[in-house]
């Protein structure tokens, strides 16, 4: 496979990890912090609103702004990516032609998100 083809699939099985963590049916642990009562922990489902409910704080709106659902809209966008970058390769072992050289950085600046994972190549850096 080439340089282009393995980070492809790198992505791929990030974009893969990142789906199936939020698809766990799971409840996770939000601790609601409140002025007369203190912090405590509550088990919270997916809800936005009850996120920004529990934690009245700049996390809150940071934890409720990962909503699941747009999650996973944003990670089919990457792959749809993926997708138009893998069509237009010109099957030499990177990307040659204008738009498919365009099409490689912009798949270079999405990976380098995953830099820490051990499987990263730093010559995938943009």
Not at 36 to 58: F, K, M, N, P
Not at 101 to 120: I, S
Request: aromatic share 10%.
């Amino acid at each position: 496979m080439s340089d282009t083809g393995d980070m492809i699939a790198f992505y791929r099985e990030r974009l893969d990890e990142e789906a199936a963590a939020i698809e766990a049916p799971e409840t996770w642990t939000a601790f609601e912090e409140n002025e007369q009562t203190g912090t405590r922990r509550v088990d919270v489902d997916y809800s936005i609103e009850r996120v920004t409910a529990c934690t009245l704080s700049w996390r809150g709106e940071h934890i409720a702004r990962q909503d699941p659902a747009r999650t996973l809209k944003r990670i089919e966008a990457q792959r749809e990516v993926i997708r138009l970058a893998e069509r237009a390769h010109d099957f030499a072992p990177t990307f040659t032609s204008g738009f498919g050289a365009a099409m490689e950085q912009a798949l270079r600046l999405f990976v380098v998100a995953y830099d820490g994972h051990p499987d990263y190549r730093a010559v995938w850096r943009p």
